[in-house]
């Protein structure tokens, strides 16, 4: 199964940046990285995916190491909207998601 | 992106019945998974369900305690069976979107389930 490592929780000022990293050394050469982020009482919802180069999306930008065994998930200005739970993971075999912990992102006003 | 109908989306059983919950996706789709989310935990993979062969389960879970259904590209069923109060979770289902070619994955909202 995917393996990944997310800090419990982070908090954040409201029109601050957010930097959310996540550690999955067991990751192979042609998987993507995966977020996704979880509001209270929703399903989760698709945040950004990328393999090797930054990406960047209306939501949010994913900067992947070097290496690939670590990535970061940068919300640019956090809201009060963005207070959710943000799971980092990747494809493990037969196209299957599996999560870790995720992170509670707290918003501070 | 995909648009998942999962219903119901929340309901009381009491213990020993079954329930079964409805995923319907608006668009023709591969495989299908179903996860269940504990009270205050990440979300966890029941199975994964594919059209026309028999899902495939992750370990811990059993075609017995939840049968699933996926009889055509668009519609899966996942049934919680003799249900106990250990049974109450979220119940989700979620595909693949390769509609945009993202390639990301799409969630139903949920089915909350609480027995008693």
């Known amino acids: 199964d995917a393996k990944t490592t997310q800090p419990n929780s982070m908090e954040s000022n409201e029109e601050e940046p957010v930097h959310l990293p996540c550690n999955h050394s067991?990751?192979?050469?042609?998987?993507?990285i995966h977020w996704y982020r979880q509001l209270p009482s929703q399903g989760p919802e698709y945040v950004i995916h990328?393999?090797?180069s930054n990406v960047n999306n209306r939501m949010a930008s994913l900067a992947i190491a070097e290496d690939r065994k670590s990535s970061t998930l940068i919300l640019h200005r956090a809201t009060l909207r963005d207070a959710a739970v943000y799971y980092c993971?990747?494809?493990?075999?037969?196209?299957?998601?599996?999560f870790g912990g995720g992170t509670r992102v707290l918003v501070k006003p | 992106s995909a648009v998942i109908s999962q219903k119901p989306s929340r309901d009381i059983c009491q213990r020993g019945t079954s329930l079964t919950i409805q995923c319907q996706v608006d668009s023709q789709v591969t495989m299908m998974f179903w996860y269940r989310q504990q009270p205050g935990q990440s979300l966890t993979l029941i199975a994964t369900?594919?059209?026309?062969?028999?899902?495939?389960?992750e370990s811990g879970f059993v075609i017995d305690k939840f049968p699933i259904s996926r009889p055509n590209l668009t519609f899966s069923t996942l049934t919680v069976s003799n249900m106990s109060p250990e049974d109450s979770s979220i119940y989700l289902c979620?595909?693949?979107?390769?509609?945009?070619?993202?390639?990301?994955?799409?969630f139903g909202s949920g089915t909350r389930l609480t027995v008693v």
């Open positions: 979620s595909v693949e979107d390769r509609r945009t070619g993202r390639y990301g994955y799409t």
């Open positions: 369900a594919n059209q026309g062969s028999e899902a495939t389960y």
């Open positions: 993971t990747y494809k493990a075999a037969g196209n299957k998601l599996t």
């Open positions: 067991t990751i192979s050469g042609t998987d993507y």
């Open positions: 990328g393999l090797t």
